[in-house]
């Protein structure tokens, strides 16, 4: 089988002309895929278009950025709400478990440190697939190039988006080191059911930090990123244990765990807790009190999207006993209204002129 072996020496040739060269071989492997379309001169006239549309370089440096929530504490430094566009908690990598990192890179990106942003084993694995099904089967993006498209541009299926890609990817991991490309991508990834970034889908899912997930919880937020639509385990709780099982699959094959962990995380349960959004419904008032002031001190756009910290006055422990409180004091007033009603004969009749304006109430809590 020499044209295996001779396969095997191109790979390798390809790989250490990556890491001596990689934005000179990102341009001969765009070169040389635009060949087949035209000369060389018109390959390289499209390929300098495809440039002229991409962000620059200051675009690139600042792709860190991203919308996040504003957190809002109670007065024991607890988060009770958020406030946001996206919902999203930024935490550096060192926050993150490492389950997670290892089962993101497992399922999505093998070979994430040994590219130079476009791995080309993958891409000639993944055109070999759509030949095989006359149609786009599989896709070749890494991390990096999934990050460029999530940062800026679009998901269209076409073969200029998946060049840019490759070209933004190849200018990423020029400026920003792996752990780096790493935090951005777990921070920005979408994992479904409104939930941006590993902090948020781990409270918002597991109720806990995304540094103390399982390997089982760690694999199935890995498993969400190929359709979050899909997979969240809010919408099919079935295909999402399916998607964790295969990714704890991609994990023992790629030696980030040992069989007795896969066989463990295969075998517990999913239990879902929402802890991110649990406590929204009370407290509204002061919320939106908190929100108001924050918008006219701060603008509409930091509030919404730049990620403050903001350390209120309420005690969220005497805010729920209140809202108990009011509760309970207006249903016994209402049972007694209709106790009234009923011995009068007179009952209220619903959308009647009779019927009487449902109770409302308030509560002053004063320590003297």
């Known amino acids: 089988m020499r044209w295996r072996e001779r396969a095997h020496e191109l790979t390798a040739e390809w790989r250490g002309a990556a890491r001596r060269h990689p934005g000179?071989?990102?341009?001969?492997?765009?070169?040389f895929a635009l060949v087949g379309a035209g000369s060389i001169g018109g390959a390289m006239w499209i390929l300098n278009g495809l440039q002229r549309d991409l962000p620059d370089e200051n675009a690139v440096?600042?792709?860190?950025?991203m919308a996040s929530a504003t957190a809002v504490y109670d007065n024991a430094d607890r988060l009770v709400f958020t406030?946001?566009?996206e919902q999203r908690i930024e935490v550096p990598l060192t926050e993150v478990s490492p389950h997670l990192v290892r089962a993101i890179v497992a399922i999505e990106d093998q070979r994430f440190y040994d590219h130079h942003g476009f791995d080309v084993v993958r891409i000639g694995s993944a055109a070999l697939t759509n030949l095989r099904h006359l149609r786009i089967a599989q896709g070749g993006s890494t991390i990096t190039q999934q990050l460029a498209r999530q940062s800026f541009l679009t998901t269209d299926k076409t073969l200029r988006r998946k060049l840019q890609e490759a070209i933004l990817a190849e200018r990423i991991e020029r400026f920003f080191t792996k752990p780096q490309i790493l935090?951005?991508?777990l921070n920005k990834v979408y994992f479904g059911d409104g939930l941006h970034g590993a902090e948020a889908a781990s409270r918002g899912y597991f109720g806990k930090h995304a540094s103390?997930?399982?390997?089982?919880?760690a694999a199935l937020l890995a498993g969400l990123v190929k359709s979050p639509s899909s997979y969240a385990p809010t919408v099919s709780l079935q295909r999402a244990t399916a998607r964790r099982n295969v990714v704890l699959q991609a994990m023992l094959e790629n030696g980030a765990i040992d069989r007795a962990a896969w066989q463990q995380a295969r075998a517990s349960k999913v239990a879902l807790h929402d802890d991110l959004r649990a406590d929204e419904p009370h407290g509204q008032y002061f919320k939106e009190q908190v929100?108001?002031?924050l918008v006219d001190r701060f603008g509409w756009q930091r509030v919404y999207e730049g990620?403050?910290?903001v350390f209120s006055t309420i005690d969220m422990p005497m805010q729920?006993?209140?809202?108990?409180a009011v509760d309970d004091a207006l249903k016994t007033l209402d049972e007694k209204r209709r106790a009234v009603a009923a011995r009068r004969k007179t009952p209220p009749v619903a959308g009647s002129a009779k019927a009487e304006a449902p109770l409302q109430a308030a509560l002053d809590a004063l320590d003297p």
Not at 212 to 217: H, K, T, W
């Open 183 to 185: 935090e951005m991508y």
């Open 24 to 31: 000179a071989l990102l341009a001969a492997l765009i070169v």
């Open 61 to 65: 440096r600042h792709m860190a950025e």
């Open 307 to 309: 990620g403050l910290r």
């Open 83 to 85: 406030i946001y566009k």
């Open 291 to 293: 929100r108001r002031e």
């Open 212 to 217: 103390d997930l399982s390997v089982a919880e």
């Open 320 to 324: 729920l006993a209140a809202e108990t």
